[in-house]
């Protein structure tokens, strides 16, 4: 069976492919953009939890006495 296609339907026919390898296109940017902003996610996530840990760490540091030696010297019995 063939197709006869008027010219006005080839028009859109050919304005539909256009429009279609145009969107294609804008896809695969986008697939693109979002595939590296997952990367950048990733990345500032790791950041954030580097600092997270290196907050806990200094918190734990400065609830420890100020001077450990004169805590053990207190320890042992001898007065400063």
């Not at 069976?1 to 339907?9: F, L, N, Q, S, Y």
């Not at 026919?13 to 990367?39: I, N, T």
């Not at 950048?40 to 840990?53: C, F, N, P, S, Y």
């Not at 918190?59 to 001077?67: A, I, S, V």
């Given at each position: 069976?063939?197709?006869?296609?008027?010219?006005?339907?080839?028009?859109?026919?050919?304005?539909?492919?256009?429009?279609?390898?145009?969107?294609r296109?804008?896809?695969?940017?986008?697939?693109?953009?979002?595939?590296?902003?997952?990367?950048?996610?990733?990345?500032?996530?790791?950041?954030?939890?580097?600092?997270?840990?290196a907050?806990?760490?200094?918190?734990?540091?400065?609830?420890?006495?100020?001077?450990?030696?004169?805590?053990?010297?207190?320890?042992?019995?001898?007065?400063?």
């Amino acid at each position: 069976m063939v197709v006869t296609v008027t010219p006005p339907e080839q028009a859109l026919v050919s304005e539909a492919s256009s429009r279609l390898e145009e969107l294609r296109s804008q896809l695969q940017l986008g697939q693109s953009e979002v595939a590296a902003k997952d990367r950048e996610l990733l990345a500032l996530k790791e950041t954030v939890l580097r600092i997270a840990g290196a907050v806990q760490v200094l918190e734990e540091l400065l609830e420890q006495p100020q001077h450990p030696q004169e805590r053990h010297s207190d320890q042992n019995g001898s007065a400063m």
